[in-house]
């Protein structure tokens, strides 16, 4: 499923998108979406719908895709520079968006493209039936 994203009131409907697919993935496809994937998925599309409206111009595109047992989150913007990634600091006061993206995400990756860039992180759909979080293996 793929959307394009014109305007910063856009971000709600972003995460209402995710929501909806993953309801739909559930519902209609039968594969188990934990609460956690739920929440996990929205504030991800959250962070980089948000960057892209906030640092690119122009439209920027999410993409939702299941592949194995996870959601592959896609961010397309049209700004070639990839974005500053910036070490762990709980006294810097925002600009944490990709160091969460990266923290619950089982996988992060930058790709330039002929125009642009785009942002993929996967998040794993179901947690361990032993009771573990699911997400990035450490």
Not at 26 to 48: D, F, I, N, T, W
Not at 51 to 59: F, I, L, T, V
Not at 64 to 84: F, K, M, R, Y
Not at 113 to 121: A, D, L, Q, S
Request: glycine share 8%; with cysteine.
């Amino acid at each position: 499923m793929s959307e394009v994203f014109e305007d910063s009131e856009d971000i709600a409907a972003a995460r209402a998108l995710a929501r909806s697919f993953l309801t739909d993935v559930q519902a209609v496809h039968g594969l188990p979406v934990s609460a956690r994937a739920m929440g996990m998925v929205q504030l991800v599309v959250s962070e980089l719908v948000t960057n892209a409206r906030k640092y690119a111009p122009g439209p920027c595109l999410l993409t939702l895709e299941i592949h194995g047992g996870a959601v592959e989150v896609s961010v397309w913007d049209s700004n070639p520079t990839p974005p500053a990634v910036l070490a762990s600091d709980p006294t810097r006061i925002g600009q944490h968006g990709l160091e969460i993206v990266m923290a619950v995400g089982k996988s992060f990756a930058i790709h330039r493209e002929p125009v642009g860039k785009r942002i993929t992180t996967s998040i794993v759909l179901a947690d361990d039936p032993g009771g573990d979080a699911a997400g990035r293996q450490l």
